[in-house]
T-cell receptor, first 117, second 115 residues
Framework: AQTVTQSQPEMSVQEAETVTLSCTYD???????LFWYKQPPSRQMILVIR????KQQNATENRFSVNFQKAAKSFSLKISDSQLGDAAMYFCAYRRVNAGNNRKLIWGLGTSLAVNP | DTGVSQDPRHKITKRGQNVTFRCDPISEHNRLYWYRQTLGQGPEFLTY????????KSRLLSDRFSAERPKGSFSTLEIQRTEQGDSAMYLC?????????????FGPGTRLTVL
């Protein structure tokens, strides 16, 4: 069974600085998708960035980028120029590609990110 | 393009009562998912619909839980004879397979408190 591990329950960063959140996963599949979602306090889950495993190029979305290391099964999220609005719980998630009826996302436990002014 | 909506946003009920939640997906999204999230945890998958067909159910979904999506649009999740352990945030997501990724977009959730 696939698993997702986020080893950092809490992180903090100074405003305008860079922070990296870690995620590792375990799978025997060769093709899959990986996601980072953000959940601000009392607000809904928002997609931050996604990565297709078959793509070697790391995904980027403005200030957010990933470091995808397929062999190491690692998928870290880098937030550059951190802003107060980045404070949230960040979840790493995995989904199979050739899923058939198995479309569920498998989630880590999350990392709570605080941004200090 | 409105997002996923859920109703109610909060529900407080007494143990043993039945509750029903509604989810309206993003228009034209044919896939709809229910997840449950307890405090300090990541979401856990409950069930998934493609159009009106319920294609997957988690073993977490006991007989007290039932979900429907009768016309392939909105969905309802009913919990019968609620227990205190059912207290959680219930999240709905929808997706439309396009270009392969089939990204799930989430609603604001319904927070259930069972007293």
């Amino acid at each position: 069974a696939q698993t997702v591990t986020q080893s950092q329950p809490e992180m903090s960063v100074q405003e305008a600085e860079t922070v990296t959140l870690s995620c590792t996963y375990d799978t025997s599949e060769s093709d899959y998708y990986l996601f980072w979602y953000k959940q601000p306090p009392s607000r809904q889950m928002i997609l931050v960035i996604r990565q297709e495993a078959y793509k070697q190029q790391n995904a980027t979305e403005n200030r957010f980028s990933v470091n995808f290391q397929k062999a190491a099964k690692s998928f870290s999220l880098k937030i550059s120029d951190s802003q107060l609005g980045d404070a949230a719980m960040y979840f790493c998630a995995y989904r199979r590609v050739n899923a058939g009826n198995n479309r569920k996302l498998i989630w880590g436990l999350g990392t709570s990110l605080a941004v200090n002014p | 393009d409105t997002g996923v909506s859920q109703d109610p946003r909060h529900k407080i009920t007494k143990r043993g009562q039945n509750v029903t939640f509604r989810c309206d997906p993003i228009s034209e999204h044919n896939r709809l998912y229910w997840y449950r999230q307890t405090l300090g945890q990541g979401p856990e998958f409950l069930t998934y619909f493609q159009n009106e067909a319920q294609l997957e159910k988690s073993r977490l979904l006991s007989d007290r839980f039932s979900a429907e999506r009768p016309k392939g649009s909105f969905s309802t999740l009913e919990i019968q004879r609620t227990e205190q352990g059912d207290s959680a945030m219930y999240l709905c997501a929808s997706s439309l397979p396009r270009g392969g990724t089939d990204t799930q977009y989430f609603g604001p959730g319904t927070r259930l408190t069972v007293l």
